[in-house]
């Protein structure tokens, strides 16, 4: 077991000092492997109650695709002692709401609840975890939800491929070559044993954090996880491939035409290190040094000055294996993607070439800062990072200092990563273009 002490700080911002208090926690795991995180705040009576498994899109079958996402839905479907279609009414009528994602990396799921309602959501995600209802009916019925789903967030909405168009690009052998969301034509020719079997994997207490923050009492809430959890048997140990990515040495061009789009983008798409890594957190700063709010070079540049872009956008995507970094823009009038590249192109070259300004570094470590305080300043917040921290960056304590890692980063780590990452022939260079009508 062990426990965080708490600590108060002052931190400055760009507005002033800006109050925030780390963030107390406690941590343990339980006899079949489930491991436990609580975080009491009195100020409010709220609490929350949520559960983070360690599975996501890349531990899928490649033949299989879209089984972690579908199971964010298939398992609100219902348990022995819950009826079909009453897990969220239970909910919503007991005061609370609830919901779930998933990612490449992990799935989570949570309820909020008034805090005399603690008991309930302790009983709802262990009755997840130790009784689900897996039939045909419920595949069937979340089949065709996944579907609408599949249709309207990605191919009927504008630019809604994007990342499925880059990522089979920027991977060859990792498993994030797929998005979250699958082949419908994998689900649709699934069987219900392979639901099952997905199931018995990876939906197992030793696969799992449970965290309740908010309005607690320490021991009562661990008798509590005791009484619900406790009974649940250990799963089989999971066995976890690792995919390792040939280096890119050369430029990967690459065209996509959207049926849903009317103006053009170009996307530039480079691979880098585990959300782990220090580099990581550099291509952060560096990502919002280039294009967060409109005082970013990239859109001052681009959108004010030479009107050239309608949006100009540039972000780090760290994950647990792998991370991704994408710039791009949208063009105005007569502008073409190459002219956008071009003037890109340019402002990295600069952050490669010459250290960026004391005056932007003071502005960066600024925003960092107040991100940092705005990640932990909600009860549902503090919960979600508390299970990321300890089973994508196996460091619970990150939650405290996080900050610290984004304040030690110099400038002259910033020009090195850039040159390390940010090149021509390290990347996917992806035009985003609306569908060619066939003339009449």
């Known amino acids: 077991m062990k426990k965080q002490l708490l600590f108060i700080f002052f931190m400055v911002s760009s507005s002033g000092f800006v109050f925030a208090q780390e963030v107390e926690f406690e941590e343990y795991a339980l006899d079949n492997g489930l491991h436990v995180i609580l975080h009491q705040d009195n100020t409010a009576p709220v609490v929350t109650t949520s559960v983070m498994y360690h599975v996501g899109a890349k531990d899928e079958d490649p033949e299989k695709t879209g089984f972690a ?25 007991n005061g609370g709401n609830n919901n779930a994602n998933t990612t490449q990396d992990r799935t989570y799921y949570y309820e909020v609840f008034p805090s005399n309602n603690l008991e309930l959501g302790l009983w709802l995600e262990s009755e997840r975890l130790m009784h689900p209802i897996i039939n045909q009916i419920g595949v069937d019925t979340q089949k065709e939800v996944v579907q609408e789903e ?77 009484d619900y959890f406790g009974p ?12 390792v990515e040939d280096p890119m040495t ?36 560096i ?20 009107k050239m872009a309608l949006q100009v956008f540039a972000f780090n995507g760290p994950q647990e294996d792998y991370g991704s970094y994408i710039v791009g823009a949208l063009p105005v009038g007569e502008t073409t ?18 250290l960026i300004s004391e005056r932007d570094y003071q502005k960066l470590q600024n925003k ?16 979600n990072s508390l299970a990321r921290y300890y089973m994508l960056y196996d460091d619970t304590n990150l939650i405290n200092t996080e900050i610290d890692i984004y304040r030690s980063i110099t400038r002259e780590e910033i020009k090195e990563v850039a040159n390390k ?20």
């Open 69 to 93: 996402h579908f199971f964010e839905h298939l398992l609100f479907e219902g348990t022995k002692n819950i009826e079909r279609g009453e897990w969220f009414k239970i909910v919503s009528s």
């Open 150 to 226: 599949r249709r309207s967030r990605y191919d009927n909405a504008p630019y809604g491929r994007w990342r499925e168009q880059m990522f089979i690009h920027l991977f060859k052998k990792h498993p994030y070559r797929w998005q979250t969301i699958g082949s419908l034509e994998h689900l649709a020719t699934a069987s219900l044993d392979d639901f099952k079997k997905f199931n018995q994997i990876y939906y197992v207490p030793n696969n799992a954090v449970l965290v309740v923050a908010g309005d607690i009492d320490i021991a009562e809430t661990k008798k509590m996880v005791q």
């Open 232 to 243: 649940i048997p250990k799963g089989e140990d999971i066995e976890r491939k690792t995919f």
């Open 250 to 285: 050369e430029t990967i061009q690459a065209k996509y035409h959207d049926p849903n789009i009317q103006i053009p983008a170009i996307l530039m798409g480079y691979r880098t290190p585990a959300q782990t890594e220090r580099d990581a957190y550099i291509l952060d700063m």
């Open 287 to 306: 990502s919002t040094y280039l294009s967060s709010g409109k005082s970013s070079k990239l859109y001052k540049k681009l959108v004010d000055e030479k």
């Open 337 to 354: 993607l190459e002219t956008l590249k071009t003037e890109i192109d340019a402002e990295i070259e600069k952050v490669k070439a010459e």
């Open 368 to 383: 960092f800062e107040n991100n940092f305080v705005n990640s932990n300043s909600s009860i549902s917040g503090i919960a």
């Open 421 to 440: 990452y940010l090149n021509k022939n390290q990347r996917v260079e992806l035009e985003y273009l609306p569908e060619q009508k066939e003339a009449n």
